[in-house]
């Protein structure tokens, strides 16, 4: 089993910036690589991005490109630096790990992912 843990969301102001944190540990080579997705009240969860640890190709939302970036410092963390934030990214934000390769759009897909951390609350205030 692997287990997952975000850290690193709170309240922000519009245009503010926050870095969240997914670690990861037990039986860690059994993934590989790490999403995020993000959930708002009445909304289905959605994809945020993604990191494939083989080869660190990356993956983003069309919402997000240019404004967040999906990194690592050591095999098992990742992190979700998150830059111009806007009233529109409050959610919360889940890290989530595949055990199976993925590749393309399938990274977005959040029924291709088996563990999944219990969340961070992202708030950004206008």
């Known amino acids: 089993q692997v287990q997952l843990v975000e850290s690193g969301g709170g309240l922000v102001q519009a245009g503010g910036s926050l870095r969240l944190s997914c670690a990861a540990s037990?039986?860690?080579?059994?993934?590989?690589?790490i999403g995020w997705f993000r959930q708002a009240p009445g909304n289905e969860r959605e994809f945020v991005a993604a990191i494939r640890r083989s080869d660190r190709n990356t993956y983003y939302a069309d919402s997000v490109k240019g404004r967040f970036t999906i990194s690592g410092d050591s095999r098992n963390m990742e992190y979700l630096q998150m830059n111009s934030l806007k009233p529109e990214d409050t959610a919360v934000y889940f890290c989530?790990?595949?055990?199976?390769?993925?590749?393309?759009?399938?990274?977005?897909?959040?029924?291709?992912?088996?563990?999944w951390g219990q969340g961070t609350q992202v708030t950004v205030s206008s």
């Open positions: 989530a790990a595949p055990s199976k390769y993925l590749y393309g759009t399938l990274w977005y897909r959040p029924e291709k992912y088996d563990y």
């Open positions: 037990g039986r860690t080579d059994n993934i590989n690589g």
